[in-house]
């Protein structure tokens, strides 16, 4: 069973460019979400996708959008790159929402200049 | 109404030690709690989790008591290990369709051998 992969590992970018993460989801999971962890804290939800659909948002602007594919792998897109973006962005997949356990990728690191 | 509180922030234990870490919410829409583990350059990764119609749950080494009343949940760890040193988050899922984590601030485990 292939775990959640997520690419590239490190990015570097510079103030006002855009990003694009990816990440495949867990054999047989259709639930995609996307997690920011800033230095020495806890994830931060950013949103979930479910059959294509964005299905629930947390408190991150507009420029932070993302996709979900036919095959439920995902992209996270940010625009307008701030400092404050710097962060280890991460992936969970699972196998549907309610109780189901989330299994999380390794995450991209992502760096702002 | 979000916030998981975690406690301690870090803690040094002797090998063969019992550390345990606690974690309080508020919100009672949660019914889902994992604990995470993570450990440097890596994704947070599914320990053990419990559900608030259960007291306590076991799987090997690892024991979470839950005390729906008082609204906590605490993580213990039997027998630590070295291998064992990494930081700790326990998280509070939402069970509805979006299920977004809301994760503790972490505990940084050290086991000295």
């Known amino acids: 069973e292939t775990g959640v992969t997520q690419s590239p590992t490190h990015l570097i970018k510079t103030r006002g460019q855009q990003v694009t993460l990816r990440c495949s989801s867990q054999s047989g999971h259709n639930t995609v979400s996307w997690y920011q962890q800033a230095l020495g804290q806890g994830p931060q939800f950013i949103f979930q996708y479910y059959r294509e659909e964005e299905n629930g948002r947390g408190n991150f602007p507009p420029r932070f959008s993302g996709l979900q594919f036919p095959n439920y792998s995902s992209e996270l897109n940010v625009n307008a790159l701030e400092l404050d973006d710097s962060a280890l962005y991460l992936c969970?997949?699972?196998?549907?929402?309610?109780?189901?356990?989330?299994?999380f990728g390794d995450g991209t690191r992502l760096s702002i200049l | 109404q979000q916030q998981v509180k975690q406690s301690p922030q870090s803690l040094i234990v002797q090998k063969g030690g019992i550390p345990i870490i606690n974690c309080a919410y508020e919100?009672?829409?949660?019914?889902?709690f994992p604990w995470y583990q993570q450990f440097p350059g890596k994704g947070p990764a599914l320990l053990i989790a419990i559900r608030p119609d259960v007291s306590e749950k076991k799987e090997g080494r690892f024991t979470i008591s839950f005390n729906k009343s008082a609204k906590q949940f605490s993580l213990h760890i039997m027998d630590s290990q070295p291998g064992d040193s990494a930081t700790y988050f326990c998280?509070?899922?939402?069970?509805?369709?979006?299920?977004?984590?809301?994760f503790g601030t972490g505990t940084l485990l050290a086991v000295q051998p």
């Open positions: 919100n009672t829409a949660f019914d889902y």
């Open positions: 998280a509070a899922q939402y069970g509805g369709a979006t299920n977004k984590l809301i």
């Open positions: 969970a997949s699972s196998p549907g929402g309610g109780n189901q356990p989330q299994h």
